[in-house]
């Protein structure tokens, strides 16, 4: 990259006479900035392709996901357990957001 700012008759003063062209000094930022333009759009493309379409039920559900648990109504209020972290199901959710839009 120094020759390319250097003027020649420098360089050969200094006793350097053979040198990459002048062009490479342009060349390879441009070459280096086209290639981390294409890794970032290949790795956009990439997460693109891992995600999964939005009528997936793999958006809905997954590993965590757990069904509300059933108690015993038997029990009186205090010796209930607290209840536990679940998901509410989407039925009841539809149920309760769109329940005035089917009357």
Same mark, same amino acid.
């Given at each position: 990259?120094?020759?390319? *700012?250097?003027?020649? +008759? @420098?360089?050969? *003063? ?9 062009? @490479? ?17 290949? *790795? ?9 379409? +939005? ?8 590993? /965590? ?7 015993? +109504? ?9 209840? +536990? ?8 959710? /539809? ?5 005035? @839009?089917?009357?």
């Amino acid at each position: 990259m120094v020759s390319a *700012y250097v003027p020649d +008759p @420098w360089l050969h *003063y200094i006793g350097i006479f053979y040198y990459p062209s002048k062009n @490479w000094a342009l060349v390879l930022p441009t070459y280096a900035m086209v290639t981390v333009v294409t890794v970032f759009l290949f *790795y956009i493309g990439l997460n693109f392709m891992a995600t999964p379409p +939005p009528t997936s039920l793999n958006s809905i559900y997954d590993e /965590n996901s757990k069904d509300i648990v059933c108690f015993d +109504p038997a029990l009186e209020e205090d010796d209930r357990p607290i209840e +536990p972290y679940s998901d509410i199901g989407l039925d009841k959710i /539809n149920m309760l957001m769109f329940k005035e @839009w089917k009357q």
